[in-house]
């Protein structure tokens, strides 16, 4: 399981990523704290405080795991699907 830590920044939108996709050239951003071979599930868009608004994907596990995923999640839904 990942480490969940409260995120810094904001998420500003989750879009599935349909269909599913292994991970590959497109890593899990989990991967770079640790090990993660889950498919990816999902792309995450944050707010950091300079105004940058960057992407990452996540697995399965973080998506549904991650406190802030599953508040952004509850309270305003998901954005239209990303293209694997």
């Given at each position: 399981?990942h480490?969940?830590?409260p995120m810094?920044?904001?998420?500003?939108?989750?879009?599935?990523?349909?269909?599913?996709?292994?991970?590959?050239?497109?890593?899990?951003?989990?991967?770079?704290?640790?090990?993660?071979a889950?498919?990816?599930?999902?792309?995450?868009?944050v707010?950091?405080?300079?105004?940058?608004?960057?992407r990452?994907?996540?697995?399965?596990?973080?998506?549904?795991?991650?406190?802030?995923?599953?508040?952004?999640?509850?309270?305003?839904?998901?954005?239209p699907p990303?293209?694997?």
């Amino acid at each position: 399981m990942h480490e969940m830590k409260p995120m810094k920044s904001p998420i500003l939108q989750i879009r599935p990523i349909i269909p599913v996709q292994e991970q590959g050239e497109r890593i899990c951003s989990m991967a770079t704290r640790g090990k993660c071979a889950h498919p990816l599930v999902a792309e995450v868009q944050v707010l950091f405080e300079d105004g940058t608004r960057p992407r990452w994907n996540v697995c399965g596990e973080w998506l549904t795991g991650h406190p802030d995923a599953i508040t952004h999640i509850t309270n305003k839904g998901f954005a239209p699907p990303a293209e694997a």
